[in-house]
């Protein structure tokens, strides 16, 4: 496309803009988007095996010094910030015209549903075929487990979401201070399993950390659209964040990199730990701060338009990234080592080479949206019998690909 056709586009969506539109929030949002399949692809390898089977590797095995860079891709307290903004206003709004709590809490999950099913369904056949093509079954297994990844999160979105009532009337009355509890939650969980007494505590305890640790920057975020989040409170979230940040990792020896590492027996993301909530909640007050400077940059066109493509396929961008990734490695396993692709991740010449795979991932997703976007618009074309099988074919495939997690 050339640069005329571009800056026509890019017009168009400024004219199609309403003038209310918080587009400092879109940008974050897109932000936070982009993280997610730039940190898997930067940081997700795979091995092949002598049968040809792909197994999933990361280069922060061989490369902890990268780890510093899983704190700028880790943008997941942005995202539910976010997220707990514009599901204050949407509620509110809700509200105002009468709707009850429950029908806005059942709308918002059927729309995180709908994409979740469509990908599951359409793995589960696609494993069928694939298997019958004689790929290998370590290769059918790697892909389940890489497609189900990500969508722990829109689960956890989810049940955060459904708490936006309560979530309300706590920002309400406590403003950012709602959040605290939830931070205390985590520490006391953190206490136990890595403390002195961490010997004789069963692994399930971290499970106690997977919702108060999501929804302490959602409560954040809600506290924001209430509009009881003030610079100041943004400052000593940004200073207290990254204060604590420091301390637990200097001080309580928690694992730098925040996502998991092959082999290593702590991780801060899954469940998460403190160390998260302390990012997070720098993440957020420095947010908050930036959000004036970040509306105005994006009252430029050329960077407006961007913001607003990624937004209109977040749903598909989180579900079909990993998609884009298996389907240049899929074919790649059977010419057997092809660097940055299908080889050991553990040089500096994977690292580079990797870099270079990224642009054809982005095409590949790219591709693949404009198909699987139309699963997150409701089925409207789609008969109840339609429905019950897509739903059959996506509990079967989480099944197969939980049961290898």
Not at 136 to 148: N, Q, R, W
Request: aromatic share 10%; net charge positive; hydrophobic share 55%.
């Amino acid at each position: 496309m050339k640069a005329t056709q571009l800056r026509r586009a890019a017009a168009k969506v400024e004219a199609a803009t309403p003038a209310h539109r918080d587009r400092a929030l879109d940008g974050l949002r897109a932000l936070a988007l982009l993280a997610v399949p730039t940190g898997h692809w930067l940081l997700g390898g795979f091995t092949r095996d002598g049968d040809g089977g792909l197994h999933n590797a990361s280069p922060l095995s061989s490369f902890p010094s990268l780890a510093p860079l899983s704190w700028v891709l880790q943008m997941l307290g942005i995202f539910f910030l976010v997220g707990g903004h514009a599901s204050a206003l949407s509620y509110r709004r809700a509200s105002e015209r009468g709707e009850s709590a429950r029908s806005w809490v059942a709308g918002r999950l059927v729309r995180l549903g709908r994409p979740v099913v469509g990908v599951t369904a359409i793995w589960s056949g696609l494993l069928v075929v694939l298997w019958w093509s004689g790929v290998p079954d370590a290769t059918l297994h790697t892909a389940a487990t890489l497609v189900i990844q990500p969508l722990w999160f829109v689960g956890v979105y989810g049940a955060v979401t459904a708490l936006t009532p309560w979530c309300a009337r706590a920002a309400r009355k406590a403003g950012p201070w709602a959040a605290a509890p939830l931070l205390g939650t985590v520490a006391v969980v953190d206490l136990l399993r890595y403390g002195p007494w961490s010997a004789g505590m069963p692994t399930w305890l971290s499970l106690f950390n997977l919702l108060p640790g999501w929804l302490f920057a959602y409560q954040l975020g809600v506290g924001w659209g209430e509009g009881r989040m003030s610079r100041r409170a943004a400052r000593v979230l940004l200073i207290g964040g990254a204060a604590l940040f420091a301390v637990l990792l200097w001080k309580f020896g928690y694992p730098t990199s925040m996502v998991g590492v092959p082999g290593e027996a702590r991780t801060n993301s899954h469940p998460p730990s403190l160390l998260v909530l302390a990012l997070g909640a720098f993440q957020s007050g420095a947010a908050v701060l930036l959000r004036d400077r970040i509306a105005s940059l994006l009252r430029r066109p050329c960077w407006w338009a961007p913001v607003v493509a990624v937004n209109l396929s977040a749903m598909t961008i989180l579900c079909w990234h990993q998609t884009a990734m298996l389907t240049a490695a899929i074919p790649g396993a059977a010419l057997g080592v092809v660097p940055g692709l299908i080889s050991a991740p553990d040089t500096a010449a994977w690292v580079a080479a990797r870099v270079m795979w990224i642009p054809l991932f982005a095409a590949l997703l790219m591709v693949t949206a404009r198909s699987a976007r139309r699963l997150d618009a409701p089925w409207t074309g789609a008969g109840p019998g339609i429905r019950v099988a897509a739903g059959v074919l996506a509990a079967g495939f989480a099944i197969f690909a939980l049961r290898l997690a």
